[in-house]
C-alpha cells in the first residue's frame, strides 16, 4: 500500500510544528469518524502537539493496520498512538514494531493479543448487547458493511452524549466491514510499548470487564475508569482522554 500525494504532504505539515513534543495520532473505531476525537484535538492542539486524526478505513484489520503503519512511517520524531475501539486493534497491530511509537493509549479500545479477534474479545465477558443493534448492508463483492441503527445509537453508542448529539453521531457513523470484527490480531505492540487504557463502566460495545482484562494482561501504566461512562466516553469526558495523552507523551 502506497500514500497518495496530499497525505504526505499532510504528515510534512503536521510534523514540522511542534518538534519537542510527539506526535499524537488518533484512530477511531467502527460507528465514528475522525471528528470524534474533536475535543480531545483542540485540547492537544493547544498545548503545543501536533496531531493527527487518521481516517481509519474499517475494510479489515490487516488492511486497516498497514495503512496506519504507512502514515506512522511518514512522521518524523516520536509517535503516540491512541485508539478507540477496533481502532485499538489497529493500533496494537500498525504500530507494532515501529520504535518511533513510544506509547499507546486504549480510549474503550480493544487490545487483542495475537489470534485474538474484536469479536471475540467483546464476547468473552457478558454484557455486550451491540449485535441486536446492528443494521447490515450487503455489499456487492460478498462482503457486508455494519451500521448501528440509529435509532438504538444513542443508548448502544453513546449514552453519555446528549441525545441531539448523538443523533448527529448515528448520522455520520462509518461503517465496518463485518470481517474485520472476526480477523485475527498480530503480535501486538503493546508487549513492547507502554500502554495506558481508560473506559467507561457502562461501555455496552466492550463490557467493563473485558477492558478490565486487557488492561491488566497489557501492563497498564494507569487505568482509568469513567463511573457511567458509555463506549464513547471519550467525547463527554475529553479532558480525561487529554490527561491521559499527556501522560503517556511525557512517559
Known sequence: ??????????????????????????????????????????????????????????????????????????????IVCAGHSYGGCVISNGAAGNAAVKALVFVGGFAPDAGESAAELAGRYEGGTLGETLAPVKLSDGNTDLYIRQDRYHLQFAADSPAAEAAIMAAGQ???????????????????????????????????????FMAQRAGSRRTVELAGGSHSVGIPEAPAVVDLIREAAAG
Open 1 to 78: 500500500m502506497t500514500i497518495r500525494p496530499h497525505l504526505e504532504e499532510m504528515i510534512m505539515n503536521i510534523t514540522t510544528t511542534g518538534k519537542d513534543k510527539p506526535t499524537i495520532v488518533l484512530v477511531h473505531g467502527a460507528f465514528a469518524e475522525s471528528a470524534s476525537w474533536n475535543g480531545v484535538i483542540a485540547a492537544l492542539l493547544d498545548d503545543g502537539f501536533p496531531v493527527l486524526a487518521v481516517a481509519n478505513p474499517l475494510r479489515g484489520l490487516a488492511y486497516d493496520s498497514d495503512y496506519l503503519r504507512n502514515v506512522l512511517a511518514g512522521i518524523d520524531g516520536d
Open 174 to 212: 462509518r461503517p465496518i466491514v463485518e470481517s474485520a470484527l472476526n480477523e485475527a490480531s498480530g503480535e501486538p505492540a503493546w508487549k513492547t510499548t507502554p500502554s495506558w487504557f481508560l473506559f467507561g463502566t457502562e461501555d455496552k460495545n466492550i463490557p467493563a470487564a473485558v477492558h478490565r
